[in-house]
């Protein structure tokens, strides 16, 4: 007897244990889903915020030690240098960004978007539209911090067009 109730025990625990770890990464799912999305929207307000040459609330999106990684140039690190790189081309041009998201992904407290758009500029003063990223692609890092908002920590980027060769 005492057998058999140690048995049923035993298979009444793994049962429970199951059921434990299936709700548990049911949740996980849950959360990832939730993350992506919040990451998504990130990108979002990046488009957003460049298109309404809102400088404040773009710089807001990244971390404080966020680099920046443009073609042709120095990684930009932090928020200062990031800063002194976009805010006098927010101030001194109409920045046009279209983004569209090809993938996300959520690992723990990191999440990773690949998209692909397009980036040009016209002079505030006048004049003609750059393209600046034309046929472009990027991949974007984001930590979440401990309020549970999505940061920027990096951003790379560049075109599939080659450099022009003037």
């Known amino acids: 007897m005492k057998k058999l109730h140690f048995s049923v025990l035993i298979i009444v625990s793994i049962v429970?244990?199951?059921?434990?770890?299936?709700?548990?990464?049911?949740?996980?799912?849950?959360?990832?889903e939730a993350d992506i999305a919040a990451i998504k929207e990130v990108l979002k307000k990046y488009e957003d915020t460049v298109n309404a040459g809102d400088f404040?609330?773009?710089?807001?999106?990244?971390?404080?030690?966020?680099?920046?990684?443009?073609?042709?140039?120095?990684s930009k690190i932090g928020i200062t240098q990031i800063t002194d790189e976009m805010k006098p081309l927010f101030e001194q041009f109409k920045i046009t960004a279209t983004i569209e998201i090809e993938d996300a992904k959520?690992?723990?407290?990191?999440?990773?978007?690949?998209?692909?758009?397009?980036?040009?500029?016209?002079p505030k003063t006048g004049g003609d539209t750059i393209a600046v990223l034309p046929d472009s692609k990027a991949l974007t890092i984001y930590k979440k911090q401990l309020d549970g908002n999505w940061k920027i920590i990096y951003d790379c980027f560049n075109s599939n067009l080659p450099p022009n060769q003037e």
């Open 56 to 74: 404040d609330s773009w710089i807001s999106l990244w971390v404080d030690d966020g680099v920046r990684m443009p073609p042709g140039a120095t």
């Open 106 to 122: 959520v690992f723990g407290d990191i999440g990773l978007t690949t998209c692909s758009g397009n980036i040009s500029m016209t």
């Open 16 to 32: 429970l244990a199951f059921f434990i770890l299936s709700c548990n990464q049911q949740k996980q799912t849950v959360d990832v």
